[in-house]
């Protein structure tokens, strides 16, 4: 089966040995390829090689192909419908100081169910590039990633849906804050202090609302903590700050930098992830960090770029010793962004 390297998948595998122009030896018969093997033979500008004919049919494939955009659509809708959830809690909360608990099982459970089931970065990452962000949307965001967050550490699938809704139910304090600092991009002073308040709110609200669960209060309460102790309301450090604050934070860091203040333009995806890594030492839990930067990163190989020098380009690979800044495939060549430092990406494309 005669395949291009650029339609080549995890998994395939070499039916034929596999030589540059030079004649030189640059895979066995038999290797299985993976991203690194990938790019190892655009490296080489090998164009086409030969694998073994894969599982299923065109049909099957298409059918695979139908079933995802099936689900994404799926999931987008219950993506609203939780997001407009989430505007009946917090008005609730707005109008009465707590809030039903079993609207949010009955809100958010059937988007954490879908995402059991099939679990698509794909779609979240379109969903977390989403320009037309409030706090309804922002708060189910948060959730979402603290839901992928704590699924790639290895907690429970109960578990996962407790961090999920401490993500969800985050910034419940903010229903407390007058709208007319809520709607500012920048505050000093008195309004900054109370903007702040938002936590100790949330942190009231919950516990009036669900009485038998901290938990998910102290997320409220925390979500802006720092590891390093510099964070507000406490300023308390790493080991006073519940494991679950800490993730819903990591969480809240990422989608905070793909907002965009009065719609003005933001940092690309990869350039958001970065910084993110870079809270990682010392400001955010660095393990949660990791987990998010780990699996993420290969969800952004062959998808669509713009680079700062105004090309149209693909990433094809992210190179291991500098993760930011991957080899990506312009028309018929390679730029490895890696060398060339004064070029960058500036958006992603997800459609």
């Known amino acids: 089966m005669r395949t291009h390297v650029m339609e080549l998948r995890p998994g395939d595998r070499l039916i034929e040995d ?5 004649g030189l030896h640059i895979l066995p018969k038999g290797s299985v390829i993976q991203t690194e093997e990938i790019a190892l033979l655009i490296r080489q500008s090998i164009d086409y090689v030969d694998i073994e004919p894969r599982d299923g049919s065109a049909i099957s494939e298409t059918t695979q ?18 997001v407009q959830g989430f505007q009946t809690i917090f008005l609730e909360a707005l109008t009465t100081g707590r809030f ?7 809100k958010l459970l059937p988007t954490l169910e879908a995402l059991d089931k099939r679990k698509n970065i794909a779609t979240l990452l379109y969903m977390l590039s989403n320009d037309d962000v409030n706090i309804y949307n922002h708060s189910l965001q948060v959730g979402l990633l603290s839901y992928y967050i704590a699924t790639w550490l290895g907690y429970s699938r109960e578990e996962c849906h407790e961090i ?19 709607n500012k991009s920048e505050l000093q002073g008195e309004e900054l202090e109370e903007m702040r308040r938002h936590t100790n709110y949330g942190y009231e609200i919950i516990r009036e609302s669900i ?7 102290l997320a409220a309460l925390q979500h802006h903590e720092n590891v390093d102790g510099s964070g507000y309301p406490k300023g308390i450090g790493k080991d006073e700050i519940h494991p679950y604050s800490q993730i819903v ?3 809240n860091a990422y989608v905070d930098m793909t907002t965009s203040p009065n719609r003005q333009p933001h940092d690309s995806l990869l350039t958001v992830l970065r910084k993110v890594y ?3 030492f010392g400001k955010l839990n660095e393990k949660a960090v990791q987990a998010l930067t780990q699996n993420l990163l290969p969800s952004f190989i062959g998808k669509r770029v713009q680079l700062s020098n105004g090309e149209n380009a693909t990433i094809v690979y992210n190179n291991p010793t500098d993760i930011f800044r991957p080899l990506v495939k312009v028309d018929d060549f ?9 070029i960058e990406i500036q958006e992603i494309f997800f459609e």
């Open 211 to 217: 009485k038998d669960n901290e938990t998910l209060a």
């Open 100 to 106: 039903n608990q079993s609207m949010v099982d009955e």
């Open 164 to 182: 999920s809704k401490a993500g969800y139910l985050h910034d419940i304090g903010k229903s407390r804050v007058r709208q007319s600092i809520k």
């Open 278 to 280: 870079e809270l990682g």
């Open 334 to 342: 390679f730029r490895d962004l890696s060398r060339e430092r004064d």
């Open 249 to 251: 934070a990591v969480a």
């Open 65 to 82: 192909i139908v079933g995802s955009q099936e689900f994404s659509q799926r999931l987008q809708e219950n993506f609203e419908k939780t």
């Open 18 to 22: 596999t030589f540059n122009r030079a």
